[in-house]
């Protein structure tokens, strides 16, 4: 199963997720992130990855121009709302929801527009756009996964990660606060073990 360690903000972790066997790695630019890092910042770290790990970057209050030069070194963005332009390569743009029921989703025609669609936890008070510890809505994303190239996100963790595959059956499983030490700063282990969970189910 393809894992994506989110949440990167240094060089170690980056080889760390690589090095490990991990699909993607994710970079949040969103500012009021606790796992914020500078588009400069993660142009310097993915210069040093191999080419065969993609590339991601989280786009919350961006604009057409900011997603471009993104786009320049990363492989895919991850936005939490549509995407106005007609310009842009949809297929490079992952289009993450904070949905807990269908009549949350936008219509068919408009998710299939997009490369991937990543299934986070529902939004609640706090605002947050991911890395919070919350479960998604397993069941929805298991409808979702029938009809698109499901990444599924929220509350994973190398306990549950398994069981989480085994129900859903996603495209991929994306992971931030459940491999880390502290906000920003990933846990060998708990990335190491994450992978080996995923990596044993196909």
Same mark, same amino acid.
């Given at each position: 199963?393809?894992?994506?360690?989110?949440?990167?903000?240094?060089?170690?972790?980056?080889?760390?997720?690589?090095?490990?066997?991990?699909?993607?790695?994710?970079?949040?630019?969103?500012?009021?992130?606790?796992?914020?890092?500078?588009?400069?910042?993660?142009?310097?770290?993915?210069?040093?990855?191999?080419?065969?790990?993609?590339? *991601?970057?989280?786009?919350?209050?961006?604009?057409?121009?900011?997603?471009?030069?993104?786009?320049?070194?990363?492989?895919? *963005?991850?936005?939490?709302?549509?995407?106005?332009?007609?310009?842009?390569? $949809?297929?490079?743009?992952?289009?993450?929801?904070?949905?807990?029921?269908?009549?949350?989703?936008?219509?068919?025609?408009?998710?299939?527009?997009?490369?991937?669609?990543?299934?986070?936890?529902?939004?609640?008070?706090?605002?947050?756009?991911?890395?919070?510890?919350?479960?998604?809505?397993?069941?929805?994303?298991?409808?979702?996964?029938?009809?698109?190239?499901?990444?599924?996100?929220?509350?994973?963790?190398?306990?549950?990660?398994?069981?989480?595959?085994?129900?859903?059956?996603?495209?991929?499983?994306?992971?931030?606060?459940?491999?880390?030490?502290?906000?920003?700063?990933?846990?060998?282990?708990?990335?190491?073990?994450?992978?080996?969970?995923?990596?044993?189910? $196909?």
């Amino acid at each position: 199963m393809k894992a994506k360690i989110c949440g990167i903000t240094n060089l170690e972790d980056a080889l760390l997720a690589t090095n490990n066997g991990a699909w993607a790695i994710g970079f949040n630019f969103y500012k009021n992130s606790p796992r914020y890092v500078s588009i400069k910042k993660a142009k310097e770290i993915t210069s040093q990855l191999p080419m065969h790990i993609i590339k *991601v970057g989280i786009l919350i209050d961006y604009s057409q121009d900011t997603m471009l030069d993104a786009l320049e070194f990363l492989d895919l *963005v991850q936005i939490y709302k549509q995407s106005p332009s007609v310009f842009l390569d $949809k297929k490079r743009i992952i289009l993450a929801l904070q949905a807990s029921s269908k009549d949350e989703l936008p219509t068919s025609s408009i998710l299939q527009e997009y490369g991937f669609i990543l299934l986070d936890a529902p939004k609640q008070q706090d605002g947050l756009f991911g890395g919070t510890g919350r479960l998604a809505n397993w069941d929805l994303a298991k409808e979702l996964a029938k009809n698109y190239k499901l990444i599924l996100a929220g509350g994973l963790n190398y306990s549950n990660v398994e069981e989480a595959i085994k129900q859903v059956q996603p495209f991929a499983v994306d992971v931030a606060s459940g491999v880390e030490a502290r906000p920003g700063i990933k846990n060998p282990a708990k990335i190491k073990e994450f992978l080996i969970r995923c990596k044993n189910i $196909k």
